[in-house]
């Protein structure tokens, strides 16, 4: 009997927590934060051509609202090579 309730609680407490633990299993998921927020709406800001030109209020709030840890971590080479994303930590 003691092992049958032990079973049960096994099983339940792994169905909970399987959708927590995806996370920890790879990288984080802020791609869709990173094209459609940052990408696209400070392009201005972020270019590397030309003067520095101060982020708009769409791009503020798109940098506020994300994740700029998780951004900075997914960039690749040639997003860093393309855009300046640092200028719009400062």
């Given at each position: 009997?003691?092992t ?7 099983v339940?407490v792994?169905?909970?927590l ?9 990288e984080?998921?802020?791609y ?13 800001t ?18 506020d609202?994300?994740?700029m840890?998780?951004?900075c971590?997914?960039?690749t ?8 994303i ?5």
């Open positions: 009997m003691a049958k309730v032990t079973l049960e609680l096994l339940f792994l169905v909970l399987m959708p927590t633990t995806h996370q920890a299993w790879g984080p998921d802020c869709v934060e990173k094209e459609l927020l940052v990408l696209r709406k400070c392009r201005f972020i270019k590397i051509l030309g003067d520095y030109v101060s982020p708009n209020p769409s791009c503020r709030v798109a940098v609202h994300s994740d840890a998780c951004i971590y997914i960039l080479i040639e997003e860093n090579t393309r855009a300046r640092f200028s719009l930590l400062l």
